[in-house]
């Protein structure tokens, strides 16, 4: 078996991968992403961003300034998952704010 040289270790996406997709013509970071999957893993792309933007650099002639980064959607840093399953309890301590998260009245 010969080496795999993984870019994004959350999709487990290898270089060969992001080279044939870029070789398919998903040549743009927001196109690549969509069809591979990478920078969508837990990380968000903290691990593997940068490495796809070298390759796309080098397979496209573009410079890493003209490719730019993947639009990012929320949340932004990950929540735990401790937070989002405690939701209401029965029987519990009821919210005191007035409205919502953001302060207006719901």
Not at 23 to 52: F, N, V, W
């Amino acid at each position: 078996m010969r080496d795999r040289k993984v870019v994004c270790r959350c999709e487990d996406l290898t270089e060969e991968e992001i080279i044939h997709a870029i070789e398919e013509g998903y040549d743009d970071i927001e196109s690549l992403k969509r069809y591979t999957g990478a920078t969508t893993g837990p990380c968000q792309g903290k691990g593997c961003l940068m490495h796809i933007i070298r390759i796309l650099s080098q397979k496209t002639g573009k410079s890493p300034d003209e490719i730019g980064v993947t639009t990012q959607r929320q949340p932004v840093n990950p929540v735990p998952l401790y937070i989002l399953a405690a939701g209401d309890v029965e029987g519990g301590e009821e919210d005191s704010r007035e409205g919502g998260a953001d302060g207006r009245e719901l």
